[in-house]
């Protein structure tokens, strides 16, 4: 985790509001795209642990309040993320067709998905737990596929006394020694920073 990634999840807020206001602010979704397509296939999901404004506002904001409960395994199968992805961009190029290319309309299209993904990642993270959005976000979907096993997670098991520390801190709910090729790990560095016996680290 950065040092600014606990203060990003602000981003969200003045893009999903102020946004309806000033259509313009939605174009820094375009600045979240280029940066997470730039990142992903060098380091999978690592921009969803580190510079997600959505990812930070779930794990500093959401999570405060969140019931955190067990997040339907469902939801990180393939099968349903993907459809999920087709839809979402599909209905996305479908609003953008009909700005007619004027400016403040297509910015508007971006505050819009970004409001009602937000609404939706806030009620899940209130009702079952925080990251519940990012197991299927099309976001995430999209460096699960680009990313590959890029910057994985290494155990050294002499070290590891089996204390399940890592997996108690895991934002996604992985269990991180069985996590090890897991491609929606999001690098967030909080297995390793809490675990005892310094046996875990990213593989370059
Ligand atoms: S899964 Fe989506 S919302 Fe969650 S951190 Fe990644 S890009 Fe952001
Ligand atoms: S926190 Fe470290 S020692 Fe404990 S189970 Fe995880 S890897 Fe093993
Ligand atoms: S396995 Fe570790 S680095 Fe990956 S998401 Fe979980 S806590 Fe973060």
Redesign the pocket.
Known sequence: MLKITPYLGILVIVVAIAGLWYPILGYFMLV?FGT?LVISPLRG?W???NL????SF?DFWIAKISQNNKIPPILRSLWIRVPIFLLMMGFMVYRLLQTHGLFNQIGMVFVIMCLA?TII?TLLGLFISP?T??TF????TL?HILGKDRYQIQLKNDKCIACKKCDKVCPMQLEVRKALSEKDC?KCSRCIEICPKNALAFKN
């Open positions: 979240v997470l999901r921009f969803c642990g997600c404004p959505r990812g779930s993904t990642a990251r959005w990012c976000c099309p976001m995430g460096q999001i």
